[in-house]
C-alpha cells in the first residue's frame, strides 16, 4: 500500500472540501481507525517530517558583514583611508587590523548567541494525539503523515491541514492563515462546492489554526509544505523578528552617548588647531578618541549576555522564548501560580470514594498501574455496594473519558488528562474496561469539558434508550439531579447533604469529582445539549489528591525573601485550596481563600483592588476572573508573572508583564502567549528562573558599567592635557589598541560572572528604574576622574622628568591599560568588596584579563607592531610601580562602596513603593 500511496501523491487533490467522507478515506487509503504503525512509518520515509522550513539563519559571513554596518565604522574607514592618502601606511594599516579583529571578535560572539538561542528552542517541541490500529496515541507532531486521524480539543493548535470526520461544538481561530480575528464555527458535515474560498470551508481545519473551543476528529490530508500554511510560508519565513526592548534602549543610549563624545571630541580638535597641530593628526585623533569612548560594543555584549542567562535558565528548566524575558523576570514583585502541576506533583490518583449516605471506599495501589483494590471499612463491598461502584466506575468511563490506559511493551502506559487517568485506572480496580463498556454501550455525542461549564458529559445507546453520563464539580452536576444513588434505592436529591460530603473532602485535600448519570429524551440523540442534562442521578464523589511538591514551601518561602509576593489561583474547591495553601503558609483560615462567587459580586475595580493587595489564595476562580486578578494586581503596582497551561489562561498570561506556561501539561496558545515555558511544570523552577534573571540583569549593568567609566576616563585624559597645553597623551593607533585591549575582552567575560548568592536575599528593582541609576552616576563619574586624572598626572610628571614624548606616552598607554585590567574587577560587584569575589569564580574574566595584560606586554617586544604603536618595553621595576598606582581605583572604589554600606545602607536595592488606588 505504501508504494501504491506514495506514487499517486504526485496527483494530489486539493479540493478535499468538497469531497464525501468516504471519498477522502478512500483516497488516503486509511479508515476511521486510523492508520497502522508500519504504515505510518512508510509514509514519513516517502513524505518526511511534518515541519515548514525555519528561516536560515544568517551565517558566519554575514554576521561577519554586518559588524561594519555601523556609522561609527564608517568614520574609521574614512580614517584609514585617508591614512593612505597622506601617506601614513603604518597608522592605516593598524586601523584597518583593529576594524578586523573587532569584527572577528564581534562575530564569534553574536554567532555563539545566535547558534545557543536556536538550539533552545529545540528543546520545546508540538506534541498531537492521533489514532492508529484503533488506539489513541500521543506523537511528535513531525512525526504526522497524510491519512493518520488527529484528535483535537480546546487549546490545541492544528498541527496539519485536516478534513474534519466529526466535531462538536468546534470553534477555531484561523487568524494566523485568513487574518480573520473572529473564531471560525466548523461542521464536519457541510457539503461545499470546490471553488469555496479557503475561510469558508467549514469541514476543514488548517495548519496554524488554533483551536477555541470543542473537540474533533480529522483525518490529515497534507503536511509540511503542503498545507495551506506551506503555501504562504515564504512570507513567514521572512519575517524579521523583533528587537528586545532591553536591545533597543541600549541602542538609543549608545547614540546619545557618541553625539556628547562628538560633541567634546570637535571641542577638543578647536582646542588642538589653536594649538597649530597638524590636521591629519587632528582628524585621526578625533576619530580614534570617539571610537574608543563610544562603547560600540555594548549591544553584541549584551545580546551575549542575555544569551548566556537563556542558557542557564534552560539548565534549570525555564526556556525562553523571548530574549528580552530573560532579565523581566528578575524584575517581578508578584507571581500568580497554578496549583495543579506547579505547586503540587500533578499525579491525581482516586484515592477516596463516598456516596449519599457516607458508605467510603478506600482505593489502594500506586500511580497509574491498576492493581490495587477497592474496600470499604469492613472490607471486601457486599454485593450491593459493588452494584453501586460499578454503576459509579461506568460513568467514569464513559462520561468524555479521552484518557488512555494499555499494556504496551509489557508495561503500563497513558496519557491523557490526568483525572480522566486516574478514573480509568478506579474503573480497572472494580473490573469495568473503557473499550468493553464502549461496546455496551456505544458513543453517540458529547459535550466536552469546557472551564466555563466545569463537567463533561457523554450520551451512548443503552438497553433503555439513551443515557447521559456527566462528571464534573459538583455544583454544576447538582442542577441536573432530581435523585442520589443508594445501596438499596436511589434516594430524592438532598443537595445540602451532598455538599457537606464534598466539603469534608475537601478540607482533608481532596479533589471532588461529582458523578452522574440517566436517561434522556430521544431526540437528543440530533442534537445533544446542556438543556438535555436534567433528572439524572447523582451517583457519587470522588476524592483524588494530587500531593504538594516537596520542593514547594521551600520555593515560596524563598519568593518572600526576594521581596516577591505569591498568589495562587485554582479552580479547585475552596477547601482543597485551603489545605494546599496552609502548607505553603499563603492562607490559615477559609476566611482567607477568595472564591468565584465572591468575586462575582465585585461591582468595580477599585473593590477589587482593594480585595487583591491583601488576598492570596482565590479557588473556584474562572478564567475572566484570573485575568482581572492579574490586572488588579499591575493596577496596584505590581510587576506581575503569571502562570497558565490551558487555552483559558491565555488572557492572563498575555496580561502579565511575564507569561510562564507548563512545558508538559500546557497547551500550545498557553505556550505561544508564554516568555517563558517550564520544562518540569515546577514552581521551585520560577524561583530558579528569577535567580538567572536577575544575575542577567546585574551582568549587564556590570558590562555598562566598565565600558562607560573606562571611555570617560580617556576623555578626562584628554580633557585635562588640552586645558594644561600639553601634547596630546596618546596617538589615534594607541587609543585605537586600548580600545582593542581592554573592549574587545573584557566586557564579553563579565557577561560570564556568576551570580553572587544574594540574588534572592533583597527586594526586586523597580521595573521603570534607569540603568543610569544613582549608584551607577556615582560609580562611573568617581571611577573615571580617578583614571583619567591620574593618567593625565603620570604623563604630566614624565614629561617633567625629561622622558621624550615617545616614552611619557608609552608609560601612559600601559599605565591605562592596567587601570582597565584592575579596574574589571571593580565591576564584579556594585556592593561587595573585591576581597569578598573569589577570582576563580569567573575564570573567563580572570584568564581573559591576563591575557590582555600579556598581549599588551608581548606587542612592546614585537619589532613590527612596537613601531606602529609607539611603544617600548620597560623594565620590571617600572611596570610594578604602575601597577602599584593602578591599585589606587581599587582602593577608592572599595571606599566607596564601604561608605554607601555604612551610611546609606543600599548595599540591596530599595523596595519599589506600590501604586495605591482605590479606598
Known amino acids: 500500500m505504501a508504494n501504491a500511496f506514495a506514487q499517486s501523491k504526485t496527483n494530489w487533490d486539493a479540493d478535499w472540501h468538497a469531497k464525501a467522507l468516504t471519498q477522502v478515506l478512500a483516497r488516503l487509503q486509511t479508515s476511521a481507525h486510523g492508520l497502522t504503525q508500519s504504515e505510518a512509518a512508510a509514509r514519513l520515509l516517502s513524505y518526511g517530517r511534518n515541519c515548514l522550513p525555519r528561516p536560515a539563519p544568517p551565517g558566519m559571513a554575514q554576521v561577519f558583514l554586518r559588524q561594519f554596518a555601523s556609522p561609527l565604522i564608517y568614520v574609521l574607514l574614512v580614517a584609514a583611508l585617508l591614512s593612505l592618502l597622506i601617506r601614513e601606511y603604518s597608522d592605516a594599516g593598524f586601523i584597518f587590523a583593529v576594524l578586523m579583529i573587532n569584527a572577528i571578535i564581534g562575530t564569534v560572539q553574536e554567532y555563539s548567541a545566535q547558534r545557543a538561542a536556536a538550539s533552545l528552542n529545540q528543546l520545546v517541541s508540538t506534541r498531537c494525539r492521533v489514532l492508529r490500529e484503533g488506539d489513541s496515541w500521543e506523537i511528535d507532531a513531525q512525526e504526522l503523515v497524510p491519512g493518520d486521524i488527529v484528535l483535537l480539543e480546546s487549546g490545541d493548535r492544528t498541527p496539519a491541514d485536516l478534513r474534519l470526520l466529526q466535531a462538536h461544538d468546534l470553534q477555531l481561530d484561523e487568524s494566523l492563515l485568513t487574518g480573520e480575528s473572529v473564531p471560525v464555527q466548523k461542521d464536519p458535515n457541510r457539503e461545499l462546492a470546490g471553488e469555496t474560498l479557503l475561510a469558508d470551508r467549514a469541514n476543514m481545519v488548517f495548519a496554524g489554526s488554533l483551536v477555541i473551543r470543542g473537540r474533533a476528529q480529522g483525518v490529515v490530508v497534507a503536511t509540511a509544505l503542503a498545507t495551506e500554511m506551506g503555501h504562504i510560508a515564504s512570507a513567514i519565513l521572512n519575517r524579521v523578528p523583533p528587537r528586545a526592548p532591553l536591545l533597543l534602549r541600549m541602542e538609543k543610549f549608545t547614540h546619545l552617548i557618541a553625539l556628547l563624545v562628538i560633541l567634546a571630541a570637535l571641542v577638543m580638535a578647536a582646542v588642538a588647531a589653536s594649538r597649530s597641530i597638524p590636521m591629519t593628526e587632528i582628524f585621526l585623533l578625533v576619530v580614534a578618541l570617539a571610537v574608543s569612548a563610544i562603547p560600540e560594543g555594548l549591544p553584541v555584549a549584551l545580546t551575549v549576555a542575555l544569551a548566556i542567562g537563556m542558557r542557564r535558565m534552560a539548565r534549570r528548566n525555564v526556556i525562553v522564548r523571548r530574549l528580552v524575558a530573560v532579565e523581566a523576570l528578575g524584575s517581578c514583585t508578584f507571581i500568580a501560580t ?173 479533589r471532588v469529582l461529582a458523578l452522574a448519570s440517566g436517561n434522556i429524551e430521544t431526540d437528543a440523540e440530533k442534537h445533544f445539549g446542556p438543556e438535555h442534562l436534567r433528572g439524572l442521578t447523582l451517583l457519587g464523589l470522588v476524592g483524588m489528591i494530587d500531593p504538594l511538591r516537596n520542593e514547594a514551601p521551600a520555593a515560596v518561602r524563598a519568593c518572600r525573601t526576594a521581596g516577591i509576593e505569591v498568589a495562587m489561583i485554582t479552580g479547585d474547591h475552596p477547601a482543597t485550596a485551603l489545605t494546599i495553601a496552609r502548607e505553603l503558609d499563603l492562607a490559615q483560615s477559609i476566611e482567607q481563600v477568595i472564591n468565584g462567587t465572591q468575586l462575582k459580586q465585585i461591582r468595580n475595580e477599585a473593590e477589587l483592588d482593594h480585595l487583591t493587595r491583601t488576598a492570596r489564595v482565590f479557588a473556584r476562580v474562572e478564567p475572566q476572573q484570573k485575568l482581572d486578578i492579574v490586572q488588579s494586581l499591575q493596577r496596584n503596582g505590581h510587576f506581575v508573572a503569571v502562570t497558565g497551561d490551558g487555552a483559558n489562561d491565555a488572557p492572563a498570561l498575555r496580561a502579565a508583564q511575564v507569561g510562564v506556561a507548563m512545558g508538559k501539561a500546557g497547551t500550545e496558545v498557553a505556550r505561544e502567549s508564554a516568555e517563558l515555558i517550564l520544562t518540569d511544570d515546577n514552581f521551585a523552577s520560577i524561583i530558579a528562573g528569577v535567580e538567572e534573571g536577575r544575575i542577567a540583569y546585574a551582568n549587564v549593568r556590570k558590562v555598562i558599567f566598565l565600558l562607560i567609566s573606562t571611555g570617560l576616563a580617556e576623555l578626562v585624559l584628554f580633557t585635562l592635557a588640552l586645558l594644561s597645553g600639553l601634547p596630546l597623551p596618546l596617538l589615534a593607533v594607541q587609543l585605537l589598541w586600548l580600545n582593542l585591549v581592554t573592549n574587545g575582552i573584557q566586557d564579553v567575560a563579565l557577561a560570564f560572572e556568576p551570580g553572587e548568592g544574594d540574588e534572592l536575599h533583597h527586594p526586586p528593582r523597580p521595573p521603570k528604574e534607569a540603568i543610569f541609576n544613582r549608584l551607577m552616576i556615582e560609580r562611573v563619574m568617581l571611577s573615571a576622574l580617578v583614571i583619567g586624572t591620574l593618567a593625565f598626572f603620570l604623563f604630566q610628571w614624565l614629561l617633567t622628568q625629561s622622558y621624550s614624548l615617545d616614552e611619557a606616552r608609552n608609560g601612559t598607554l600601559l599605565l591605562m591599560v592596567l587601570f582597565e585590567n584592575i579596574h574589571v574587577f571593580n565591576s564584579r560587584s556594585e556592593t561587595r568588596s573585591v576581597l569578598q569575589q573569589n577570582p576563580l569564580h569567573n575564570r573567563i574574566l580572570l584568564f581573559g584579563t591576563l591575557a590582555a595584560q600579556a598581549i599588551h606586554i608581548g606587542a612592546m617586544y614585537t619589532p613590527w607592531l612596537n613601531n606602529v604603536l609607539r611603544i617600548q618595553p620597560v623594565s620590571p621595576q617600572h611596570w610594578l610601580q604602575l601597577l602599584g598606582l593602578t591599585l589606587s581605583v581599587l582602593i577608592v572604589m572599595e571606599l566607596h562602596k564601604l561608605l554607601r554600606r555604612r551610611f546609606f545602607n543600599q548595599g540591596t536595592y530599595k523596595q519599589p513603593r506600590r501604586k495605591r488606588t482605590g479606598n
Open 338 to 510: 497554578d496549583k495543579t502541576g506547579t505547586l503540587t506533583v500533578n499525579q491525581l490518583p482516586a484515592r477516596r470514594i463516598v456516596f449519599s449516605r457516607g458508605e467510603k471506599y478506600e482505593i489502594s495501589g500506586e500511580g497509574v498501574q491498576p492493581d490495587g483494590h477497592i474496600l470499604s471499612s469492613e472490607g471486601t463491598p457486599t454485593l450491593a455496594g459493588k452494584s453501586l461502584l460499578e454503576r459509579l466506575c461506568l460513568a467514569a468511563v464513559l462520561a468524555d473519558n479521552e484518557g488512555f490506559i494499555g499494556h504496551r511493551d509489557r508495561q503500563w502506559s497513558h496519557h491523557g488528562d490526568s483525572a480522566d487517568v486516574a478514573l480509568l485506572v478506579m474503573a480497572h480496580k472494580a473490573g469495568i474496561v473503557k473499550e468493553e463498556s464502549l461496546n455496551a454501550f456505544p458513543e453517540l455525542a458529547v459535550i466536552p469539558f469546557e472551564p466555563e461549564r466545569r463537567f463533561s458529559a457523554s450520551l451512548n445507546r443503552g438497553d433503555g434508550g439513551p443515557q447521559a453520563f456527566v462528571k464534573g464539580a459538583l455544583e454544576a452536576l447538582l442542577p441536573m439531579c432530581c435523585y442520589m444513588a443508594a445501596i438499596k434505592k436511589d434516594q430524592p436529591m438532598d443537595a445540602a447533604l451532598l455538599e457537606q460530603r464534598a466539603h469534608t473532602l475537601a478540607s482533608q485535600g481532596y
